[in-house]
């Protein structure tokens, strides 16, 4: 396309030119055939003026031209016209056409051998005056001059024919001069009329091309490293499948992603992170040939295509070779990082036809080789297309759930530890499976963020929970899981407000449980909209406590209203008491020297929940109390815990604690 353009606008600039050239030459020409017609009826009259004179000036012509010498006063004539400077030649011819006399600036005498002049004979015959301009060779003739043939009539006889011959030279030099002054000052005028804006035309055609070029090229290009892009990829990848067939051969689609690359944003920053990926990016164009394909999808993934691949040894020495050029240490402001990557290799035609199945295929096995612990290469094989198709399937309920809202919400009971008294629930969403059965969000869930509609999921949940919960007594909470997906975007409070507007549920009653995986991804980003949503008075938790290796660091950092020790405790409890009894305890009591609220999963059992009490834990939350329930079952559930409470004795005011603020009022 480029090359089109570039061809156009130099076919274009060559018409351009000749047009101007052509106006240019036109305009020189018009000018200089004016100028010599102007010369030419100059001089023309001129001569025809002198030989008119002549004609009258001399009595005896007729004399002259029968051959008798010409008067004393017709001599004097002539001597005076050689001395106009003018004039350098009379002639006087017979009615014959023959010369009779010749008046130069040399002498003046009848001529001895009379010439025969075939302009003087036409003059005779048609008595018509013969007028032109010839050139001269100086010194005997003048570089330009007028001759002029008029006939002598006496009595209506032709008598003679005068000829006078006039020097131009001067006139025709002025005349040229003043003609290449407006010749040339005609010329620049259009030159400056036509090139000018043809000038700006160039440019602005330039600057479109440049733009144009720019925006095909952001249009196929990653702006950061320079790869070529998702849509560029997936082009490239039709045109290559499409002649394979009748190429013959095959190629490898590698498909790479960075180790732990959150944690060089974190220690690095996001400055240090696009070095590493600009780095990454000339480390894997070293390695690649010209006919191979590089691409960023976005974030850290790449894709490799590798063509002309004779079989999986080879894509399997070229994979290694990626995973040895990302290993070298690159330095960054005095500063050694050291990366790597995993790599999924999918096969092509073996392993798909399409660039949508490749890229799958190439993605299951870069996902085989994050589970066998990364910085390896795994190639895709028949039997993780099962999974493929699974999440083929799951894609599909997840795309048509979320256009039309088709979740399901399940609550799970909280309790208080100290009088088993309900608190509130957990809304947990739950994926039809189009059978009757429901799928959990540990297996969607992830699925749904690759597929970037978490954040649709997210808002449709915290919605559909705040407009239940507002029907319950108060003052019931109710506690909705955030993704880490959600706060990428920003938006979060406003989001929250919104619902809880909308909903008529108050700020108090909700809570909002977030993973320490969301802490990592943007802390200081993060952390600023967790402020926003607690100002707002909502509750944020810190859900599955235990389970990270920074966690800790975060309860300083951030003043959360909750914490929710990890179900692995409470499975752990029986196997190893001593032990995760006293890590139990010691969160506890960590927690309340932090004034946060402790709530403990997975509780199942009535040991757990005993120990739970005599720990002081604040709530807990399992199968023990309860399983998760639709809403539509919840009003029994509700009803029963509100007979309990009031057939329940009046129990001695104590200090407050976090489970006792929340206990059901009636």
């Known amino acids: ?377 795994r190639f895709f094989s028949p039997d993780m297309d099962d999974a493929l198709q699974t999440r083929l399937k799951l894609e599909k309920l997840i795309r048509n759930a979320t256009a039309t809202g088709q979740f399901e919400l399940h609550y799970q009971p909280l309790f208080g530890a100290t009088d088993r008294d309900l608190i509130g629930y957990e809304a947990l969403v739950r994926l039809p499976a189009g059978d009757g059965t429901l799928i959990g969000p540990a297996t969607f869930i992830p699925v749904a963020e690759d597929m970037r509609v978490i954040d649709k999921i997210g808002i449709w949940v915290l919605r559909e929970a705040c407009r239940t919960a507002a029907t319950w007594p108060k003052p019931l909470t109710v506690a909705v899981n955030l993704s880490a997906e959600q706060f990428k975007t920003g938006g979060v409070p406003d989001i929250v407000a919104a619902v809880l507007a909308e909903t008529g549920l108050e700020a108090s009653r909700l809570e909002l449980e977030i993973t320490e995986s969301l802490l990592m991804d943007t802390a200081e980003n993060t952390m600023a909209e967790l402020r926003k949503l607690k100002d707002m008075g909502v509750s944020i938790v810190m859900d599955d406590f235990g389970t990270g290796y920074s966690s800790l660091s975060y309860l300083w950092r951030f003043p959360f209203n909750k914490i929710k020790i990890d179900r692995g405790f409470m499975q752990g409890l029986e196997d190893s008491s001593r032990d995760v009894e006293m890590v139990v305890r010691t969160i506890i009591a960590l927690a309340r020297e932090l004034h946060m609220g402790v709530t403990v999963e997975g509780v199942e059992t009535a040991v757990q929940a005993d120990f739970l009490h005599d720990a002081k834990a604040d709530q807990m939350q399992g199968f023990y109390f309860g399983r998760p329930v639709p809403a539509s079952e919840l009003p029994a559930q509700l009803a029963r815990s509100v007979q309990k409470q009031m057939s329940a004795p009046e129990k001695t005011p104590s200090p407050k604690t976090p489970s006792q603020k929340l206990r059901l009022v009636t």
Request: charged fraction near 20%.
């Open 1 to 377: 396309m480029a090359f089109l353009a570039g061809k156009s606008v130099r076919r274009n600039i060559g018409v351009l030119i000749a047009l101007f050239c052509f106006l240019v030459g036109g305009t020189w020409g018009v000018v200089k055939l004016t100028a010599d017609h102007l010369l030419y009826q100059f001089a023309t009259s001129a001569a025809s003026n002198w030989a008119r004179y002549l004609a009258e000036s001399v009595t005896d012509l007729e004399q002259i031209a029968s051959g008798e010498q010409p008067s004393a006063a017709s001599m004097a004539f002539f001597n005076n016209a050689r001395q106009s400077g003018q004039v350098f030649r009379y002639e006087i011819f017979n009615r014959h056409g023959y010369s009779q006399l010749v008046s130069d600036q040399e002498k003046i005498a009848s001529v001895d051998l009379s010439e025969f002049n075939a302009d003087a004979a036409r003059t005779i015959k048609f008595g018509q005056p013969i007028v032109d301009t010839q050139e001269g060779t100086p010194p005997g003739l003048p570089g330009y001059f007028a001759r002029a043939y008029v006939p002598v009539i006496v009595d209506q006889r032709r008598v003679a024919v005068v000829a006078a011959y006039v020097d131009q030279t001067s006139s025709r030099d002025a005349v040229y001069w003043a003609f290449e002054i407006s010749a040339a000052l005609l010329c620049l005028l259009m030159a400056a009329s036509f090139g000018i804006p043809a000038m700006a035309w160039y440019r602005r055609t330039k600057e479109k091309q440049e733009a144009d070029r720019r925006i095909r090229h952001l249009a196929h290009h990653d702006v950061l490293t320079g790869l070529a892009n998702r849509a560029h990829l997936i082009e490239k990848l039709e045109r290559m499948l499409a002649v394979l067939p009748s190429a013959g051969g095959s190629m490898a689609l590698h498909f790479i992603d960075l180790d732990r690359f959150k944690e060089v944003n974190d220690t690095f920053g996001h400055d240090g992170g696009d070095f590493l990926l600009k780095t990454i990016a000339e480390r894997l164009r070293a390695v690649t040939r010209f006919d191979d394909i590089i691409a960023r999808l976005g974030g850290d993934e790449f894709v490799v295509v590798q063509t002309n691949v004779p079989d999986k040894a080879t894509a399997e020495d070229f994979a290694q070779r990626l995973l040895s050029a990302v290993l070298a240490p690159m330095k960054f402001r005095e500063q050694d990082i050291t990366a790597s990557i995993t790599i999924g290799v999918a096969m092509a035609p073996s392993d798909g036809d399409t660039p949508d199945r490749l890229l799958k295929c190439a993605d299951l096995g870069l996902y085989a080789g994050k589970k066998a612990g990364r910085n390896c290469v």
